[in-house]
């Protein structure tokens, strides 16, 4: 079973000044267009390659999410993560439509990919 986190602990962990990693396993342009603050992206068909680079600790406390309850794309990246040897990989799974219902405040990618 998939780890899990929720919106009120993420926010709690944000509020607290505490480190936790935001990734958004959504592919580019929905990222780009909201994403919880200081999110990261990381489609969820990426993970293996951008994982190294992008988080670099294996002990770090990640959240991961994608658009809603109905998607999965935030479960294949969580379980990959751990799979991958993160220990600490939990997914949000009410995701980013969760997160904005509730009245918490979303980025937009200040560069639009031309296309």
């Known amino acids: 079973m998939t780890a899990t986190i929720t919106r009120d602990e ?3 962990r944000l509020d607290g000044g ?3 990693t935001l990734v958004e396993a959504l592919p580019p342009k929905y990222f780009d267009e909201a994403h919880l603050p200081g999110a990261i992206n990381i489609p969820h068909d990426q993970v ?3 994982a190294p680079s992008l988080l670099p600790d294996k002990r770090a406390p990640i959240a991961v999410y ?3 309850t109905e998607c999965n794309n935030s479960k294949i990246a969580t379980d990959l993560l751990r799979s991958l040897g993160y220990t600490d990989a939990r997914e949000y799974v ?3 439509k969760d997160w904005i219902e ?4 979303v980025e937009a990618s200040v560069q639009r990919q031309a296309g």
């Open 18 to 20: 505490e480190p936790i």
């Open 102 to 105: 509730a009245g918490l405040p």
């Open 66 to 68: 994608c658009a809603s």
């Open 94 to 96: 009410d995701g980013k």
């Open 10 to 12: 993420i926010k709690a």
């Open 48 to 50: 293996r390659e951008l």
